[in-house]
């Protein structure tokens, strides 16, 4: 898939069209790097690389496991990191984020690519989420402001703020709410604040009234505890991008000014826009044009890129996948195996929840495009296992599945289940078909709105299985894609599954 430059020196947005959820960015010297939400998906953190803002690729994660280790031994889909902030200070790298069931958790690196440190819970509690830090260079003062996650808390709409201590390890008071969106008439939902200084103000940019139909605003004070005055900055007006809002302020070395935010798109997750910042007369942010999004747009001043975006591709060279796969839980040994040739070989975990993928830790993920596309892959069943199976799933609060099944006489077939979002098993979505060699070609149609026709070839060309399959979000994340490899309980090794030739195409 490629990135969103255009020949004619534009862009079209979204740049990143896909679930890059609550985006943040900052600029070190001429790169520009970004981290978004991962929620329960490990490994955690995503770290992207641009030189032009427009053309970004996947670099490495933040985040090898998720902690409390034992709570994510099991898929928690929404849960995990939200919306985290990345700084660079003091010649390292940091990354703040909100686990809205355990709090404000901190890693910090010399080095993008690591080595980065193991979580620290910089302040515990239920519902602190969205923390910014802030070191404010011209005082020596360091901060931290954080909204609040009403499931946890009961409380929502305002943004509380620290002191915190320059090595960004602890905060330093009980903290003080700077913003109380009930104050401000129309607004509801105030959250994802990220906070800078900037002409002699302290400036917190935070979304406000909801995933799917807010807007940005912008506040600012002389003092980091406020009064803070407020404006909206950006919104959909007559524009079909509902809920432009919760991202990054960047400059760039040229001295242009820049936002990046999310747009939620059901169940392709929150793509991420570009839109051109300046700063109007009166002081305040003027973003997109005149405060609505841009759909296309004159590419930053930046030296010219080659188109490139996040990797979604994989021949999985010796066994290995690439830095776009997450596991759906922290991941355990031997779910994947080395070898010396391609393919992708997943033991066929032994597992009682068969009948749900959505509860399953091994399910190896990534994002599902959003444009229409072609989703490809080669399967063989190596297992000898009575009900041992493997395929690829579309994933979400429902799911789709096709795949390979050993059965009890030995011979495989091609089966296709799905589940609703109330059901609590799957069910067949066609009949299964012989697999004569075990082998088969696995396919995808995304067609608009997610929808997704699913077809096999076992050799004789490919041929539709079931009725189209509409890909449904979770609660905060959008629809995944999935390879996995199960068995029924018993004992011993069930041998496993070999996926090779990953490829996800136009149409």
């Not at 994510?72 to 200070?89: E, K, Q």
């Not at 072609?374 to 297992?383: G, I, M």
């Not at 060309?461 to 399959?469: A, C, E, T, W």
């Amino acid at each position: 898939m490629t990135g969103a430059a255009t020949g004619e020196g534009t862009y079209t947005n979204p740049v990143l069209d896909a679930d890059w959820s609550d985006p943040d960015v900052i600029r070190v010297g001429d790169d520009f790097y970004l981290t978004a939400s991962s929620f329960g998906r490990v490994p955690g953190l995503p770290l992207l690389h641009s030189r032009d803002l427009v053309n970004w690729t996947l670099i490495g994660h933040a985040l090898q496991r998720l902690a409390p280790a034992a709570e994510f031994a099991v898929p928690r889909h929404d849960c995990g990191v939200w919306a985290p902030a990345l700084r660079h200070h003091d010649d390292r790298f940091w990354i703040f984020w909100g686990d809205p069931d355990a709090g404000i958790y901190q890693v910090n690196a010399p080095q993008i690519r690591g080595p980065w440190s193991r979580p620290h819970l910089v302040k515990a509690g239920k519902g602190l989420i969205d923390p910014c830090p802030l070191w404010d260079e011209e005082t020596g003062e360091a901060y931290l402001v954080h909204a609040w996650a009403k499931s946890r808390s009961g409380v929502k709409n305002r943004l509380t703020g620290h002191r915190m201590s320059p090595d960004g390890g602890t905060l330093l008071d009980e903290g003080k709410v700077i913003v109380d969106g009930d104050r401000i008439p129309g607004w509801f939902t105030l959250e994802g604040p990220k906070i800078h200084r900037h002409d002699g103000w302290f400036w917190i940019l935070a979304p406000a009234g909801g995933v799917d139909t807010g807007w940005q605003g912008a506040f600012r004070s002389r003092e980091f505890f406020g009064p803070y005055e407020e404006r909206i900055v950006l919104e959909q007006k007559d524009t079909d991008v509902n809920g432009p809002h919760q991202g990054a302020w960047v400059d760039t070395p040229a001295g242009e000014h820049w936002f990046l935010h999310f747009q939620q798109r059901g169940a392709y997750g929150r793509v991420v826009h570009l839109q051109p910042l300046r700063w109007g007369a009166d002081g305040w942010p003027v973003v997109g044009d005149d405060g609505a999004p841009v759909a296309v747009h004159t590419r930053p001043a930046l030296p010219p890129q080659p188109p490139a975006a996040p990797a979604t591709d994989d021949d999985f060279p010796g066994g290995r996948f690439g830095r776009q796969w997450s596991w759906t839980a922290n991941p355990r040994d031997g779910w994947a195996t080395q070898h010396s040739a391609d393919g992708l070989r997943l033991t066929c975990v032994r597992t009682p929840r068969a009948h749900d993928l959505r509860t399953l830790p091994h399910v190896l993920t990534q994002r599902l495009p959003g444009r229409p596309a072609v989703v490809e892959v080669d399967l063989r069943l190596d297992s000898e296992e009575p009900g041992a199976r493997a395929g690829l799933a579309v994933l979400g609060d429902a799911f789709s599945w096709i795949g390979l099944q050993r059965g009890t006489d030995g011979a495989v077939h091609v089966v296709h289940r799905f589940a609703e979002s109330v059901a609590e098993r799957e069910r067949d979505a066609d009949r299964p078909r012989p697999a004569p060699d075990g082998r088969v070609r696995l396919r995808v149609e995304i067609g608009a709105g997610a929808r997704c026709r699913f077809l096999l070839d076992t050799g004789d060309g490919p041929r539709p299985s079931g009725p189209v399959f509409a890909a449904t979000p979770w609660r905060w994340v959008g629809a995944l894609l999935g390879l996995v490899a199960l068995a029924p309980e018993g004992n011993g090794h069930a041998g496993a599954a070999t996926f090779s030739r990953f490829r996800i195409t136009s149409p």
